[in-house]
């Protein structure tokens, strides 16, 4: 498992300050009060060889401020919401008076503020690379040669179609001011154009923003258009926006309004909503279309209708969410133009990388298959036109060659590196902890030395009434009741640190906590699965017990017994012993 640099000391710093009390979580005041006078008898330096003074100061140190922290309901409140990190915010800023409930508000704030701060310094770049591929000729016949003795049969390449190219950036002016600087350009058969843009948006409230945008073409065209949003009450809201066109031919300007749109929608719940669109077009052609759109965290749907000048049409479109980080969607679209089916997958690579393939099937597109790798906010597209009418064996190809293609990439490629890059990651994180692993280790071995003679009089006391003796104890990374083999890279000896706890032959540890803040444990193993494995003798038999770091431990108990442990093996197993 890998884990990111910044939070290596967080993994070895994983103190808990209940598991240092040994309380429950939802310990009271009154037992907190009662564990922490107890550990303290213990650990106090006055009580300690003048060897072990400085151990002690230590751990008592870190008692009182656990007790410290847990009997304020306050501190208590942050610490069981934000952790240690929690405690360590700009709370100078908050009156004391407020309420725990107030102190989390104050501290959402306040990270708020820093996100913000942190947003301000950095510009949002965003970009798409888009190749056009022609590949008709592959499936396409393009010219018959029957009857015709001159010409002889044609053999045309995949081509390149179009290509464009789009960028963007865009930076904070003020804390409701955004700039936003965008170009692009574009080919299509040899035929190329340019544009770049400016945009300034203005946040007037949370309801409401306007936006100005100035652009220009390299065939003399300036371009101006105001937008604007408005949320109202009842989660209605409505977006406009009016574009202008300025177009300079010799002396003569001319004005033109290209494409004006009007979207008036509603928020029906959380999940669903719907619009209106109104959209003019040049020579007076428009459309008005309804949308209605349901999104559930596993799949979405969405509905259109559009009726206007020169096509109407209707359209339904279903996603769904597949297991491991994949979607798969279908799209069909039918109206005056004809009917196109769309259908196709995505898969997240990573945190900031996907990649898709959508496939288009119809009248009167023919046969498109859609590749994208989407990386952080670029994205990079390769249209292939595989045929301009409905053909099966395009579509075939289209659908299986990309499944087949990944798949074996999947396999061959990606996986043998991200394991590569997850070995080496843990190795170099196993490194960076190692450090920290050996001071544990130290400061542990400390704080067993110091505990000896406590837990050796403890023995003593136990011995004379048959009672609870912690005869070997491990905490770390190892198998299962069965398993006799120990890695001692993995595991750390807890034997002295659990006598210690024993009182009037019982040992209690609470569930919810890890065991590695307990007094004289540490974590051998950050970032892997612990389990404690205890043998101990009551009444003068064995007893063995193996619980998960946050399970909770009672000592002792029957069903512990060593004799019962190998019969329930035996039956399981159905073994029988002479």
């Not at 564990?35 to 151990?55: A, F, M, R, T, W």
């Not at 008592?60 to 919401?81: G, N």
């Not at 007094?519 to 193996?546: I, Q």
């Amino acid at each position: 498992m890998n884990f990111p640099t910044a939070g290596l000391e967080n993994i070895i710093d994983n103190e808990d300050f209940y598991s240092l009390l040994n309380v429950r979580r939802d310990a009271t005041q009154e037992q907190l009060k009662a564990s922490y006078h107890k550990l303290c008898v213990i650990y106090h330096p006055d009580k300690q060889d003048e060897g072990n003074q400085k151990n002690a100061s230590d751990i008592f140190a870190k008692l009182q401020e656990a007790y410290s922290v847990l009997s304020d309901p306050t501190k208590r409140h942050i610490y069981d919401v934000y952790g240690k990190q929690g405690l360590e915010a700009e709370w100078q800023l908050v009156e004391r008076q407020k309420t725990p409930q107030e102190f989390q508000v104050e501290y959402e704030r306040i990270q708020r503020m820093r996100a913000q701060q942190l947003l301000e310094e950095l510009t949002h770049p965003e970009g798409s690379f888009k190749v056009g591929v022609n590949a008709t000729s592959l499936f396409d016949e393009q010219y018959s040669p029957e009857g015709d003795e001159y010409y002889d049969a044609i053999i045309m390449l995949p081509e390149i179609s179009h290509m464009s190219i789009q960028q963007s950036v865009q930076a904070p002016l003020t804390m409701s001011t955004m700039a936003k600087l965008s170009g692009g350009i574009q080919s299509s058969n040899g035929n190329g154009s340019g544009n770049c843009s400016f945009i300034l948006k203005k946040t007037y409230s949370p309801k409401a923003w306007g936006e100005f945008e100035c652009g220009a073409t390299d065939t003399r065209n300036l371009n101006l258009a105001f937008k604007g949003y408005r949320s109202f009450s009842h989660g209605i809201f409505a977006v406009a926006r009016i574009p202008l066109n300025f177009g300079f031919d010799g002396n003569a300007i001319t004005i033109e309004v290209p494409n004006t749109n009007l979207s008036v929608g509603r928020m029906m719940n959380e999940r669903l909503y719907g619009s209106m669109d109104l959209t003019t077009t040049r020579g007076f052609r428009s459309n008005l279309s309804s949308s209605l759109i349901y999104n559930h965290p596993q799949f979405r749907v969405a509905g259109k209708m559009q009726f206007g000048i020169p096509h109407s049409y209707g359209l339904m479109s279903f996603s769904y969410k597949l297991p491991h980080d994949s979607s798969v969607d279908c799209t069909v679209k039918a109206g005056t133009f004809g009917l196109v089916v769309q259908y196709g997958a995505e898969h997240q690579v990573s945190e900031h990388s996907a990649v898709s393939a959508q496939v288009s099937v119809g009248m009167p597109v023919g046969v498109t298959l859609t590749l994208k790798l989407t990386r952080a906010s670029h994205t990079y597209a390769m249209p292939i036109m595989l045929s301009d009418e409905l053909n099966f064996a395009a579509t075939f190809y289209a659908t299986v060659v990309p499944v087949a293609l990944y798949a074996a990439v999947q396999l061959l490629v990606i996986k043998p590196y991200q394991n590569r890059e997850k070995e080496r990651k843990a190795m170099e994180d196993e490194e960076m902890l190692a450090n920290e692993i050996h001071k544990k280790h130290k400061e542990a071995q400390s704080l067993i030395t110091m505990m000896k003679e406590t837990a050796q009089r403890k023995i003593f006391q136990e011995k004379r009434k048959r009672g609870l003796i912690i005869v070997e104890a491990w905490y770390g990374s190892f198998v299962t009741h069965q398993s006799s083999v120990i890695t001692k890279t993995k595991v750390c000896e807890v034997t002295v640190p659990l006598q210690t706890l024993v009182e009037g032959s019982k040992l209690q540890l609470p569930p919810g906590i890890t065991k590695s803040g307990i007094p004289g444990f540490y974590d051998p193993c950050p970032a892997s699965e612990k389990k404690l494995k205890v043998t101990y003798k009551f009444h003068g038999k064995t007893h063995r017990v193996v619980v998960d770091d946050q399970e909770p431990l009672r000592m002792p108990l029957k069903t512990h017994l060593a004799s019962l442990l190998i019969s329930e093996f035996a039956n399981r197993n159905k073994i029988h012993f002479c």
